[in-house]
């Protein structure tokens, strides 16, 4: 299986399976002395782990992370040397049991028939690669890009909208995030959404939502024409996220009701005769290069496909039978795909800042 890595600079492969012994990734490309410990990683980890709450899988994982390379110590503190760094997260509640009666048939929703078709042979615990465990990989490598990108870079993101329920842009605070277990981006709509998340879940069913992610402290500059564009390549980083199908860079798909006088970004001088925009229709980049602005997206992530539904399929053997997915799942993925976003996003910049720096100095 090729494609587990991505980045041109900033380098991230990641590795593992979701029912395997452990899974990791290595991050190639930091720059080195940069301050790097566990610490650093575990809090952003443990955003995204399984268990958290009732609305997520009761697999319970510390997400322990462990750095085995790339980090040296000689007397000041743990730093980065420049070399790959290798970072390993040991599984340690896998029922593999629970994907014994999908070995032969295919998940409707999942990857498992494209899958096999493609290569052949694929893990039925869990989904192997294609779970969502692997996220936890990236999440971590999001961790080492922070520290790349310093302070001056704030990267957040929380649920806008969990199925028909939504929270209007100027009602949205990325500081209530984290204060309540559906990583809701406001305080005002917990209450009715877990509600409605509850009967979801009891039902055995799932339900999608959106994530909206922001990013402020980005210079302008970042990015590149025409092949290199910022909002291009955090798009594909947001798309390539388990359940992802949709992604929006600042205005999206909303552009296309607007005319051009609402849509263009105009601008003037501040008092430092400096130049500010007045609105960000394009999210914070303008030809693919980062113009300075709040850097923002929306992406979409579909239900989970694993529900207590029955639902009709085929098998290996080229049988009809109808399948109800048991196991440990979430009833809504983009819960924990907060943290995710985020990481993705925090990777994608650290490359464009190592790009730019590496062209213009």
Request: proline share 5%; net charge negative.
């Amino acid at each position: 299986m090729s494609h587990n890595t991505f980045g041109h600079l900033f380098r991230v492969t990641t590795w593992g399976e979701s029912h395997g012994p452990a899974i990791g990734c290595v991050v190639d490309g930091c720059p080195p002395m940069i301050p790097l410990t566990e610490a650093d990683l575990q809090p952003w980890l443990d955003q995204r782990k399984p268990g958290g709450s009732r609305f997520v899988t009761q697999r319970k994982e510390s997400d322990t992370a462990r750095i085995l390379s790339g980090v040296f110590d000689d007397g000041d503190g743990p730093v980065t040397t420049g070399t790959p760094i290798s970072i390993l997260i040991e599984n340690e509640d896998q029922r593999s049991k629970d994907y014994g009666e999908i070995a032969r048939a295919y998940r409707p929703g999942h990857a498992d028939y494209a899958y096999q078709v493609k290569y052949g042979v694929r893990d039925h615990r869990g989904g192997g690669r294609s779970s969502a465990r692997e996220t936890a990989s990236r999440v971590a490598a999001g961790a080492v890009a922070r520290k790349v990108l310093g302070d001056g870079v704030k990267i957040r993101a929380g649920v806008v909208q969990i199925g028909p329920h939504r929270i209007a842009p100027d009602q949205i605070d990325f500081d209530a995030v984290h204060g309540n277990p559906l990583f809701a981006a406001s305080t005002e709509v917990v209450g009715d959404w877990e509600a409605y998340l509850d009967g979801i879940r009891k039902a055995g069913s799932s339900v999608g939502a959106i994530v909206a992610l922001e990013v402020t402290g980005v210079p302008a500059g970042w990015g590149a024409p025409l092949y290199g564009k910022l909002d291009g390549e955090l798009a594909a980083a947001l798309m390539s996220i388990n359940a992802a199908k949709g992604v929006e860079i600042g205005a999206g798909f909303e552009a296309a009701e607007l005319t051009g006088e609402q849509n263009a970004d105009e601008m003037r001088l501040d008092l430092n005769k400096q130049p500010v925009f007045l609105s960000n229709k394009a999210g914070g980049v303008l030809g693919g290069i980062s113009t300075g602005q709040p850097v923002t997206a929306r992406v979409a992530f579909k239900p989970t496909s694993s529900i207590l539904t029955l639902r009709q399929t085929i098998t290996r053997d080229g049988e009809e039978t109808d399948l109800r997915t048991k196991g440990r799942h979430d009833p809504c993925v983009a819960l924990r795909a907060v943290p995710v976003v985020e990481a993705m996003a925090a990777c994608v910049l650290a490359d464009a800042h190592l790009r730019h720096r590496a062209q213009v100095g």
